[in-house]
């Protein structure tokens, strides 16, 4: 089993920047790919970015390419999340989130870290 905590949310300005973490522990050898998705408040949960965990393809949601970047760290088992020029609507739990070669979906969730922009 894969275990993810995530980090490094809080409250920021607009136009600030970010660097989320998410430290993955256990059978790591097993995560195909590995992704960031974020909840707002009374919306549901949307794809945010994704990283494969071997050679490092990304892909990214359309509304965030340009100021968001997603990365990882293979010897720390850490994928990071770079969110930059940050919007009030950016406000949202970000989830990091796994997915194994045998499942279509990605099947292990973080708890989730909170991050808020103000104005």
């Known amino acids: 089993q894969v275990q993810l905590v995530e980090s490094g949310g809080g409250l920021v300005q607009a136009g600030g920047s970010l660097r989320l973490s998410c430290a993955a522990s256990g059978r790591t050898f097993d995560i195909y790919r590995m992704a960031w998705f974020r909840q707002a408040p009374g919306k549901e949960r949307e794809f945010v970015a994704a990283?494969?965990?071997?050679?490092?393809?990304?892909n990214y949601a359309d509304s965030v390419k340009e100021r968001f970047t997603i990365s990882k760290d293979n010897a720390l088992n850490t994928v990071y999340l770079q969110i930059n020029s940050l919007k009030p609507e950016d406000t949202a739990v970000y989830y990091c989130?796994?997915?194994?070669?045998?499942?279509?979906?990605?099947?292990?969730w973080g708890q989730g870290t909170q991050v808020t922009v103000s104005s």
């Open positions: 990283i494969r965990w071997s050679g490092g393809n990304t």
């Open positions: 989130a796994a997915r194994t070669p045998r499942s279509s979906v990605y099947d292990v």
